[in-house]
Structure formats: structure tokens, C-alpha cells
């Protein structure tokens, strides 16, 4: 067994460590260890990575040295090293990113509180990508949720605490009818590791007993993880949730936390069940249409909104919509659509998250509409990145979004059924998004009303840009620039997602 | 290096746009000023002339030149074919005259070099729509050139402005989320596995469903033709007007909406393929729209007071002929429609400077406010009314020949498809229309010729030579090609028997 | 060569004036010196045209597309009307000088009057459809601001109405020159036409072009259902222009439907088809229709512009007979027509000229201002009647015959019975106000005597000379019938 | 049908009480409850789970009295399922109850409605 194998877990193992340590941190130290972790755990994913593309196979790793039927297992493929990079990459970018609005939101004393709350995160999302157990999964997404709820709640604000409630209580829904799964599961295949689970469920299902618990188990699970990542219809905890939250911990719950719910729902129909009950039971249509409701429903509010956070925020349930919708089609094509999207979402939502913040700033911290007017020349970066970030989210070419959307369609062409209302769906969502996020944009490049903003210089006043944080400037280049590359060469990305996929079964 | 001369026109205007964004702050002197003036005018001027360099050279043939993958056969590639040699001809003779206009038209805005730098990226832009050599580059463009000209009819910055610019952005993007659709569907089906353009089209027939084939073409036909303003989608070109003139005139006349039109020829006659379309629902579908299109329009534009929103109406049906004659689906239809391209641009950039002319020499904006201003004006309602008659089609100005060929491609499509009838129904229209052009184009000129009052003349006259120049030429030009429009028509036809 | 002088000519001497001119417009002296230049040019137009008639020839001028080539012929039928337009023009140029002698902006008038007959010279004399298409447009065009001259309201709404009305029927008319380009290959006029009676039916829209053609330059000459222009037109506009716009620039309508008609489709594919009806009640409704409103309408100039859209359509439905009777007698109408018509203008806007006033019931006693003017009105007016000998009978002579002489139908009756009655109407509208005229009575009653000044000599001279050819003609048709019973040979049997 | 109703006694039950809980957790306005319901619903899984592990006859699998035949003690698994699903659910319940703490400190209310009710009410005063 190579050194690099151990990669995984110690990954997981730092973030956890790194929380635990800052607990006695003061915040500021607590920032620097936290972002170290993040670097490093960024590094270790990547040499996964790269050690799984060279060998070209996935592989399991024991933990504590118990074999399969006991033991807890972690298992490391392309797809899941990928996965573990690009989220430590925009959880990296997101918190460098945040620092300042970190330290301006959140109250001194709760500074370390903050960074300990997204190391916990960072464990529990890689956690969620590496394991091979699903038990251990649930676990994870029970620690997930508690550092979300922690994350949203730390402004303290009456709004980011009911916020809290309400995702905390969508989260125990969540999370009780997918452990209610799991138990189920583990009722019919005596099973929790996902290999043996998925032998045994094969053997199940060519016996053909056991047909309706098995019916049970997909639906119940994928309910409970599509609640959690906020799937239409279960989606009305979001927009307060993402809005209202330090940009840092809106980029990342709504960038990298509901994705790894949809991660884990992909493990959870790839490696435990087989794609073909999947295809059988029939979900897949439901999540279909409900992906594509989503899509529809969830820009329609965002249309409806004057408030850019809850705007934003509400785009998201659209672009959630989006991957179940991949998802639903059923097809090796849309799944890979799907995986490409969480990506392309994940990094577009932090650099539109981040630079609204940056925006907001600009603008005595208001963020409905009228208020923003303006504000691209008074903070020309964060302007330019909200400018690729809805540009992406229309589907602009050379973007990332643009690559989804493609994707999203050919995987359409492939399944006869479900093609027109795919593409349809995709068009009118684009018109859609572009409503919304274009009308926002040109408001930005619009001069505010005179006397509005007379210190922070005029439209064409240089005050652009000036009093952006190093971090914040470095985080949204980077963002801008993941997302071009994301849009330009997509092709290695995509052939990383197909063999990740390939390797799961 | 084939490939860089061939991207040249293209990415400079581009480059030169985002320079003159950075010279922005420099630009503080009178004499700075008027260096970046003439550098942009000698770059504009340049950039035609490679463009005319490379056509002249290539004959209307280049090896196709892959700039880069974009995604597995979506390939960025350039190629110029007659076709496009057309188009991007057309564009680059405009573009310095129109630029040269712009310098005299906005002397006195603000913001001139973010103007004058989005409008020369809109030049880059466009001329990558005419040299694409496959669905995805032109798509790519098509959707750059959204985002180029949004600057421009946001530029007055009022409320009005911002409201147009909306629009102009939903409907347009709109549009390319449904062109989409097509792209997707020919790059599915395509029989070369690629999206490069081939004359005739490339799509394998049988691998689609005949009537999604269609019902995808037709999407992707009002996609595109969102952006040549075709009805029900049009409503974002008269309220663009409120952008400056050089913007109308150019953008809303010529390039943006040519574009569309360009792109759905592009669809019909090289990616779908007219044969495969010819007879079918889809095509009377799309002809349809076209027909209804051009009666519309023209129709509001008798109503509209507003002059140059009554421009823009007329913009909107004689896009229409353009598809209309698209919709014919046969060579000549093809040839007709390119040479209603050429000849618009000219009669309609010529119509709006016009406007612009007045409305910088007299602040006037209104039809009902010309009265005898033609007499203060000669040049310039002389020039209109050039304009007029070729608009409605009088001979021997050029819009005759044009209107000539789209009638005579009609009546033999109909009788090619064994006497079907909704092509002399399209006869019918385009007469119509004539007719309605007379009236929303000839009043003006009657207005500012006759007034009904010899009294209170007001003291103006015509415009600099900055403005004048274009003027003249155009309406010279608009004379010279009715006159001697054969070659042209000769060469449009070679291209349509090539394609159709 | 020697076809393109008329036509060219006079656009370049009109752009000529209305360049130069507009200095010497106001002043006394080069006022005169204006008028006299304008005079020269107007009869060496006049000079050019009737040379070219009578030497003929054959130029090309350029091929516009692909088999469409643009030339000018002199054939009989262009040099008939060539002749009648010189005449006619020069006539109502030497009225106009007088005529015009207080308005500030003559030398506008001046300029696009010298300008028509080069458009119209273009027509006359086109070798195809196309160039009379594209001389069609221009002579609207430039006719346009004759009837705006005034600039009144009312001139300029008539003006509009005019330009839309011609420009609308030329589309109109359009459609059928792109279908027999389409149809025939050709649209280079052939005496007899292209088609057949066989070949018409392998060509479906034939017909239906056939009658937009004919409705839509039938705008020009007035016919119902596009004739709403001429009678606002007509009398919006100066009296000179009036009169030829009556009398010469309505034929040109004429001229186009005989051309295409007889030129181009061949009476043998229209004759008996539905074409044909529909042609013969368009035009006897309009004659109907022309003399009920001009019998109705008070004001003088209204009245002669209805009478001018009743009498136009005399020759239409003469045409519509595709009879060599018919044919010869829609000529012989035509000219008479344009004498009759012309003089009763000039008249007409001599009474204005000199004693304002403008209706016709308001003319009593103007015997004894202008009694030869009154009297060549009289004449003019019982030719147009068609009492013998004068010259509007022989052509309604002719017309009736043809009708009787042509196989359609019910038409053989119905057309000379409308003839007929249209010609009662006329004598109850032109006549009053000869009666009031010389006639006025003693009783001091309502409308007035009219006073005012004699009319010039210059003015007078004109409508004298009109006056008596309007009866001469009639004295002595032999000439005359003979060229155009030879040119109604040509033109049926081809 | 019935009998075979009386054979899984401890699921139907399970399933009952999660039936409880999901609905008190969905529906219930007042916070208290809200997280009662969730207790529930935890609850009725562990149940479940402990009834699939239990073996009848057999014994608390730990290890006493030197019997190392696996066939003595029922599947462990289960039962450690259940002890680290209760450590979670412990701990979610601790992080509701705290934040129900602040909101009631905030608003004085344990009613969902009511507090959003009042915090509308703050932001229109802020404003």
C-alpha cells in the first residue's frame, strides 16, 4: 500500500484536529490553522487524485484493520479525489475570501468559534466524499448539519437564528428518514459498507424478494437527502438560510454543503444500490420532474425578489433543480452532467456570494437593489466577478455554466423520453436566470442617484476596487479564473467525472 | 499563422476596445484626445482593410483554422466562405463610416471612450459571427455580441435607457437559449460529427425524428430570430432606439439584428439543410411568422410618431423579408435574402444617420416636429429620401433589386412546390409593405420639403462633414448599386446555388 | 440615341432650374428672365420630344439583373402619346408663366414641371415594363410637388393622399410585373403579348396578376376602387399643374394597363375571362361613379377632377373590349380627353386667377369678364358632352360601336347604355355654368355677380387654342383616326 | 394478515412513533415541541434498529463471564448504532435547545409565527 493511500484519512483526521486545537485558539490563530488545514487538505486531495489517475482504479482503505463486514472503510477513487479537491479549493477560496467580512460579522469573542464550526465542516464534507460506510455517512451528516446550523447562526441576527431553527428542522427530517433508510437497508442486506450492501442488494434483487422494501429504501433516502440539499419542494429553508449568512458560510453551505448531500445521494445509488433498481424504482422520474420544477419555480422567486441576498439564494434552488434534473434523466450522461454541475455551481455561487458582499460594502451595506445601483464602479473586482458569475449562470459560452448546460442537453439527446422537457426546461430557465441576474447586473453598471454614494466616488470616480482585502481580491480572481478554466477545459474535468463514475460500479 | 490572419479582424477591435478601457483615465487633454481619436479611426479603418485583404485574397475560400476546444467537437474555428465573406465585407465597410459618424455625433456625451471601446469590440464581435465556421463559434459570438452592445443602449443611463437594455438582454438571451436547443440538437445529429458549417446542410436526416427535426429547427429559427426582431420577439428593438444614434444606426440596423438574420441563414441553408425543410410545416411555420412579421411592423411604423422608433418598426419588417426570403428554402431564396441584407444596411444606416443628424443639429426627435426642416437641411433630407425610395423598393435605387429578387424567388419557390401558396401570399406582404413604407418613410421627407407653414424656419444646417461624408457615400451608393447591381446579384446567386 | 434627349433633357434643364432659380424668383427683373428661361427649355423639350417621335429609334440603357434589360423604343403607340404630351405641355407651360406671375417660389414649379415630361418621355417611350415601371415611379415622384406647390393643409394632405394612392397602386401593379417576369421571361413589350389563350392556362396566377395590374395602375388613371386621390389632388394643386395632371398624367395610368395588357399579357389570354368582367364593370362603375360626383360637387375644380375620373375610365373600358373599334375609340378618347380636359382646367384656373372664386354655381355673369374664354369653355365643354360635330363624339362614337362589335355579353348593352347616361350627366355639370355664365339674369339673388380683371392673353391664348381643337378634331378626325385605327390594328392582332 | 401483523411488533411500532415525530417535527408551531418531535422520531429508529439486532434467547453482546461463542449474544452492530445515533441526536438536540434559548431571549416566544411575526416587526423599525 503506497504512503499516498493514507492521504484520505488524514485529511479528514486534520480538520478535525484543526478543530479541535483552535477551541483554545484565539480567533486569529484559529483563521491561520484553519486556513492551513484547508491548504493542506487541498494538497492531499490532489495527490489522491493524481494517484488515482495514474493507477487508474479505485481502492479501499481499512480503517483500525477490521476487514469488510465489520470494519469502517474508506474508499478513494478519481471521482472522489476530484470531489475533495475542488470543494477544499472553493472552501479555501471562500474563507480567504471572507476573512474581513468574517472578522466585521462576527462578534470578537466568537472568532474561533467560527473557524473551529468550518473545520468541522471541511471533516464532515470530506467524510462524506471518502466513505465507504454508511453509517459513518450518517454521522457525518448529522456533524454537517450541526456546523451549518453553527455557521448560519453565528451573526447572531434574529433572522440567521430562525434561519437556524428552520434548517435545523429541515435537517432532522432530513437526516431521520435517511437513517430510517439506512436501518431498513441494513434490515434486508444486514449491510452498512457499501460493497457488501450492494452485493447483497444484487442478490436481492435477482431473487426478487423484497421488492417493496427495497422501493422503500430509494424513495426514503433520497427524500431525506433531497430535503437536506434542498430539493423543490423541500426547499422553502434556503433563501433565509444562504441570505442571511457571513458570505463565507453562504458560499460554502450553499456552494459545497447541500452538494455533498447530492455527492453522497450519487454514492448512495451508484455504490449501494445498482443504477438498474434505481432505474426500476421509478425515482428517478420523480426526482426528474421535481428537479425541473425546481428549476422553474425556484428563478420565478428569484425573479420576484428586490433583495440581492435572497435573490441569490433563490438561484440556488434553481441550480439544485438543475442537478437533480441531471440526476433524473437516468443516464451515465446526466450523471456526469449533474457531477460537472455541482462543481460549476459550487465554485460560481462562492465568487457571486463573495462578490455581492463586496458590492454590499460599497453600498452602506444595503443590498436591496436601488441601493447596489452603481456599485460595479465603486468596487470594479467585486463588479467584474458578480459580472462572470451571472454570466456563468446564464449559460454565457466560455464559462462554466455554459459547459453544464451543454452537457446537460447532449445527456438529454440520449434519453428519448425526457428530451423535450429537458430542453425546454434548460431554455426557459436560461431566459429565466437571465431575468433576473441581467436585470441586477445592469443596475450595477447604472450611476446610483446623484449624491447617493458622494464619498465613495461617483460612476466614473477611481475609488473602484480601492479597500478590497488582499484575501477577497486573490479569492475572486481565483474564483473568475476556476470558472474560465471550468468553462475552457472542461474536457480533462469531464473524463476525471466519467471515470470517477465508471469506478464507482 | 493562416489561423492568426484569419482571427485578426476579429480579436483586434476586441483588444482595442479593452486597450481603450484602460487609456480611459490618460484620456484628459484636448490633444490626447483627438491622438486616440485618429489611432482608433487608423485601427477601425485597418481592421476593414485587412478584412477586405483577406476576402480579396481568399476569393471567398479559406481553409477552415481550429482556434481552440472548447468542448470535445465544440471546436472555436474560423472559416470564411462566400457567405460570410459577404456579411463580414458588408460590416467592415460600414464600420469605419459609422465610427467616423460617431466621433461628430458624440461630441458632447459623456463616457465617449466606454462607448467608443464596446463599440469597437462589437465590430471584433461581429465580424466573428460572419467568419465562424461552425454552429458553436457563431453561437459563441452571437452571444459575445449581446453582451458587446448592452453597454451601448445602456449608455444614456436614464431609466428609459436601463429599461431598454433589460429587455434587449432578456430577449436576446432568451433567443440564444433556444438557438441553443438547435445547436445541441445538430451537433447530436450531425452527419460529420462536428457543427462545422457545410452548403446544403450537414444534419443526418434519418437519425432524429422528422418532426422533432423540425419542431427544433423551428425553435431554434425563433431563437435566432429573436435578435432580427422577428414577431412576437421584437419588442426590444424600438425601445433600443434610446441608445445614440452610431449604436441604432449600426447595431439595431445592421449589425446586431444582420447578425440574427445571418445566423439564421447560417441554420437553414448550412446546418439543417433547406432540402430537408422544403415543403415541410416547419418551413411555412417560420414563413409565417416572417409574413406576420413584416405586416406588423410596418404597420406600427405609419403609427409611430417617434422617428427613429419608427425606424426601428421598419427595421423589423425588412428583417423579415430577410427571413422570408430564408424561408423560401431555395437558392434564389437564399441569394434574395443576402442581397435584401446588403442593400438594408446601407438604405437603413443611411436613413438613421439621417435622423441622427437631425437630432444633433436640432435636438428634434419627432416626426411632427421636421416641418421645413428640409429646406434647412437639404443634404440630409436629400439623403433621406434616397433612403425612402430605396426602402420602399422605387427603382432604380437599389432596394429595388433586392425587393425584385425576394418577389421573383417567391413566385418561383410557389411554383417549384407545385403552385403552394403561401410564397405569393409573401408577394402580397412585401407589397403591402412597400406600400406602408411609402407612407411612414415618404411623409417625413413631404414634411420637411412642404411644410404647411412657410413660417418660422428654424435657423439650422446640415451637419459637419464628419457626418456628412457617410450620408453622401451611402446615398451615392444606394444609387450606383441599383444601377449596377448585377455583378452582386450575379455573385449572391453563385452562393445560393452552392448552398441551397 | 437620339430617344435619350427627351428624356434626359428635361431632368437635367429641371435641375438645373430649381438650382439656379430660387435667386431669381423673387426679384422683377430676373423674374422675367426666369420665365423666359424657362419658356426656351420647355420648347426646346417640346422640340426634342416630337423630333424623337418622329425618328424613332432604340437605345438600351443597362440590364438592371440577370435577363432584365432597361431600354427605350419609340413604337406608335409611345410616339401617340409622346406627341400628345409635347403638345399638351408646352400649352399649359406658356398659361403657367402668366399664371404664376405673383407666386414668390415659381421657380420650384418651374423646375419639377420641366421635369415630368423627361419622366413621362420615359414611359412613353420604355421598351419593357421595367423601364416604364421605373419612369412610372419617377413621374409620381416628381409630379408630387406640383400638387404640393401651394402648401396649403390641404394641398399637402392631397399630396400625400396622391403619392400614396399612385405608390400603392404601382405595388400593386408590381406584383404582376414580378409574376409575368416570372411567367413570360420576359418583360420587353411584344405587340399581341406572350401568351395565348392556351399558354394562359399553364400559368395560374396569370389572371390574377392580370387584374392587379390593372387595378393598380388603374390608381393612376383614376379608377374606382383607387380613385380617391384625384379628385383631392386635382384641385389642390396650381391650375397648370391640375390640368396636366387631368389631362396627360392620368393616361400615363392608361398607358401602363394598355401596355401590359396588350403588350405583355395579350388580349387572346384575357379575352373572355373573368379578367375582362371584372376590367369592364370596374371602369363602367367608375364612369358612372365619376359623373354622379361630379354632378354633386359644388366646387368648380372638384367638379372637372370627378368629370376627369368618369372620362378616364371612357378609354379603360374602351381598352377592356379588346376590340379593334374599342381600341381605336379609347386612343381617339384619350386625346380628346387630354385637349378637352387641359383646356377646362386652364379655364377653370383662369376664373380664379382673375376673380377668385372657386365653386361653380358662383360663376354668374362671367361672360362679361372673359366671354371668349368662356366660350372656348363652352365648346370644350359640349365635346366633352359629345354633341356633334364636336370631338368627344366621335371617340364615344367609336367606343359604342365597340362595345356593340365585342362578344362580352352583357357588356355589349350595359356599356354604351352607361356611356349614355355618363354623358347626360356631364352636359348637367358642365353646362350650368355656361348658362349662368352668359345668362346671369336680372334678379340681384344670391351668389353674386362675379367681377374681376380680364384674363392675360398669355392665359387666354391657351384655353382659346384648346378650345377650338376640342372642336376641330372632331371636324376633321380623318388624320388622326387613321394613325390610331393603324396603331389598333398593331396593337390587337400583334 | 393479522398474524402476520403480530409478528413485528417492535417495527410497527417504530414505524408509529416515527410517524409521530415526523409529523410534530413538520407541523408543530411551538419549538419545544418541535424538538420533542424530533426526540421522538430518533427514538422510533433506534427501536427499530434495536429490534432488527435483538435475537431471541440470546444475550447483551458483552462479553461476561468468559462465553466467546458468537452464537450467545445478538448481532452487536445494532446496539452500536443505536448508542452513536443517540450521541447525535443528543448533540442536535443540545444546538435546537440553545438556539431556541436565543430566539426565546430575543422574542420572548416559543412560537415560530410569533417570532417571525415580531422580527418583521424589528426590521420595519430598523428600516
Known sequence: MSFVQNFPFFSIILAMFSGIVSSVLKGKKARVLSICAIGVTMVLSAAVLAHCVVTGESYVYWMGHFPAPWGNEIRAGVLEGLTALLFSAIMLLSVIGGVKYTQTDVEPGKQNLFYILIDLMLSSLLALVYTNDLFTAYVFVEINTIAGCGLIMITQTGRSLTAAIRYMVMSSLGSGLFLIGLSLLYDVTGQLLMSPAQEAVGKIVESGQYEIPLLVIVAVGSVGLAIKSGLFPFHYWIPDTYGYATPTASAILSGLVSKGYIFLLIKFYYRVLSPESVVRSHIGNVLFLFGVAGMMLGSLRAIMQTDTRKMIAYSSVAQIGYIYMGIGLGTPEGMIAAVFHIFSHGATKALLFLSARGLYRVSGDRTDFLALRGSGYRNRLAGVGFLVGSLSMVGFPMLSGFISKLLFATSAMASPGKMLTTLIALAVSTVLNAVYFLRLLTGLYRPARSGAYAAGAGPDGAAGGRGNAPGFRIAVLCLIAFNLILGLFSQPIVRAITEGLAMFS | MGGILLAGPVFLPIFTGLLLFLLQPWITTPRRRSLVRGALLLLVLGNSLWMGALIAICGGESPPQVLFRLYGELTVMFRLDRMGSVFAGLVSFLWPLATLYAFSYMEKEERRPTFFGFYTISFGVTLGVALAGNLVTMYLFYEMLTFATFPLVMHPMTSEAARATRRYLYYSIGGAAFAFLGLIYVLTYSATGTTAFVPGGMLNAAAGGKDLTLLLYVLAFFGFGVKAALFPFHGWLPRATVAPTPVTALLHAVAVVKSGAFAVLRLTYFSFGAALLRGTWAQWVVMGAALVTIVYASTMAVREVHWKRRLAYSTISNLSYILFGASLMTPAGLAAALAHLIVHAIMKICAFFCAGAVQTQTGKIYVTELDGLGRRMPATFGCFTVAALSLMGIPPFAGFLSKWSLCTAALSAASDAGGAAQPVVGVAVILYSALMTGIYMLSVSVRAFFPWRAAALPDRRDPDWRMLLPLLLFAGLLLALGLCGQPLLAALAEIGKEAG | MFLLLPVFFPLAAGAAILLAGRRMEKVGKSRALLDGIFLAAQALETGFILLAAALGGNVTLLSLTGNLTMGLRADGVGRFFGVLTAVMWFLTAVYAVSYLKEDGHAARFYGFYLMVPGALMGLDFAEDLLTFYVFFELMTLTSLPLVLHERTKEAVRAGLKYLFYSVGGAFLALFGIFYLAQAAGSLTFLPGGYFTAASAASAPLLLPAALCMIVGFGAKAGMFPLHGWLPVAHPAAPAPASAVLSGVITKTGVLAILRSTYDLIGPEALRGTWVQSAWLILSLLTVFLGSMLAYREPVFKKRLAYSTVSQVSYVLFGLGLMDPLGFTGALAHVAFHSVIKTGLFLFAGAVIHCTGRTRAEELRGLGRIMPVSLGAYTAASLALIGIPPASGFISKWYLAQGALASDTGVFRYLGPAVLLLSALLTAGYLLPPVIAGYFPGREPEEPALISGEKPPAMMALPILLLGAAAVLLGCFPGPLLGWISRLAEAGIVG | ?127
Open chain 4, 1 to 127: 394478515m393479522l398474524g402476520e401483523l403480530n409478528l413485528n411488533l417492535e417495527e410497527e411500532a417504530a414505524m408509529v412513533l416515527f410517524g409521530i415525530g415526523f409529523t410534530m417535527l413538520l407541523l408543530h408551531r411551538n419549538l419545544i415541541k418541535k424538538i420533542l418531535g424530533m426526540n421522538i422520531m430518533d427514538t422510533a429508529i433506534y427501536l427499530f434498529l434495536a429490534a432488527k439486532g435483538y435475537i431471541a434467547g440470546r444475550q447483551v453482546p458483552i462479553l461476561t463471564g468468559g462465553v466467546t461463542d458468537p452464537a450467545a449474544y445478538i448481532n452487536p452492530i445494532p446496539s452500536g448504532l443505536v448508542l452513536t445515533g443517540i450521541v447525535v441526536s443528543v448533540s442536535t438536540t443540545a444546538l435546537m435547545l440553545a438556539l431556541t434559548i436565543r430566539l426565546y431571549e430575543r422574542y420572548h416566544s416559543l412560537d415560530l409565527d410569533r417570532i417571525l411575526i415580531s422580527m418583521k416587526q424589528e426590521e420595519e423599525e430598523q428600516l
